[in-house]
């Protein structure tokens, strides 16, 4: 079963503008609710590829109620936990430029914490902890990092996708995978990387500090995948950007997915690149048909 911890879901309000102006009105083309936030992301992808999933999280006031319904419309299987404050909405603007503007998220109390982490008992020798998105802001920074104790002392495998010191925090416990991509990986460097080959080198660190894999996302550029024998590269499949929103957690949910079924890597960055590409190419989040006619484009190489 792979787990995913959304700490922070939202409805993500996807609106379409030809331009937007700030300090006017503008008036929109077309605006759509979707449930967001990255474990649940991860989870929905997972569910197109008919790979055992369960959401947990955080969850809250009507939006979350909207959040609820929508996956079990989608007969996702979720075991949030309830919180008294209200679920955040991210709006996400496409116009002559892309635009995010994500809330801070809710109030959660020393109480609900303790309920979630009750709910992580379950876990089973083999189980996958993906664990990803912002933090509401009433929760320490080291929320995700101390999950992990729980979840190895079950047997339990894990996966975090943060960036900056969050992310070096945990490498020593050593995540399945970490996906940085190549602006986040500069950040945690302090670097300017302008060639493919040093960011093959810099992700490969990631890898020296603990990751078990790591996987370097450049958008439409490829992506890397690490592993401890072998460097891998592949650019990403052509077509129209439709909408990015949730793209990197498409990619996180193809890797592990396939990952936690047969280890290896290659055919689950395979995975990875589909799903990713996929998503971005449609209006939500790629569903099974569009991920398979994606992943014959494919062809990764070893890099050097
Ligand atoms: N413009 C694009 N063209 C093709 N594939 C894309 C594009 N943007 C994203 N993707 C796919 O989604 C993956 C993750 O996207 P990326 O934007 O790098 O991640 P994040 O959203 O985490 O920053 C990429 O490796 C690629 O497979
Ligand atoms: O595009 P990505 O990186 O895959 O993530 C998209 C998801 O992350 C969010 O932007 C939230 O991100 P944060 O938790 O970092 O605020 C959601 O609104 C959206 O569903």
Redesign the pocket.
């Known amino acids: 079963m792979i787990y995913t911890v959304t700490a922070n879901p939202a409805i993500d309000y996807v609106v379409t503008a030809d331009t937007i102006q700030l300090g006017t009105v503008n008036r929109l083309n077309s605006s759509v609710s979707l449930p967001g936030g990255k474990g649940i992301n991860v989870s929905r992808i997972l569910k197109q590829l008919t790979i055992e999933t369960t959401a947990l999280g955080f969850i809250g006031g009507y939006t979350g109620a909207f959040v609820k319904s929508t996956l079990a419309a989608e007969d996702l299987t979720t075991n949030f936990t309830e919180i008294s404050d209200t679920t955040r909405i991210n709006v996400k603007i496409k116009a002559d430029q892309e635009t995010e503007i994500n809330g801070q998220g809710p109030k959660v109390t020393p109480k609900e914490i303790s309920k979630f982490e009750d709910t992580l008992g379950q876990l089973k020798p083999g189980d996958v902890v993906v664990m990803s998105g912002s933090l509401p802001p009433s929760l320490p920074d080291t929320f995700y990092k101390d999950l992990i104790p729980l979840i190895r002392e079950q047997g339990a495998d894990f996966v975090i996708d943060t960036t900056g010191q969050a992310l070096l925090d945990t490498l020593s416990y050593h995540p399945l995978v970490v996906?940085p991509?190549h602006h986040e990986l500069a950040e945690l460097f302090h670097v300017q990387l302008t060639s493919l080959a040093d960011i093959a080198k810099y992700g490969r660190q990631l890898l020296d500090l603990g990751a078990k894999n790591v996987l370097i996302?450049?958008?439409?550029d490829?992506?890397f995948l690490i592993t401890p024998t072998k460097t891998y590269y592949s650019k990403?499949?052509k077509?129209t950007?439709v909408n990015?929103v949730g793209?990197?957690d498409?990619?996180i949910a193809g890797f592990t997915g396939i990952f936690a079924q047969n280890n290896d890597p290659v055919a689950s960055f395979k995975m990875g690149?589909s799903c990713?590409?996929a998503?971005?190419f449609t209006k939500d989040l790629a569903d099974r048909s569009q991920i398979e006619a994606l992943s014959t484009q494919i062809k990764i190489e070893a890099f050097q």
């Open positions: 996906k991509n996302s450049m958008a439409g490829g992506a990403a499949p077509g950007v990015s793209a990197g498409s990619m690149l990713g590409s998503t971005a």
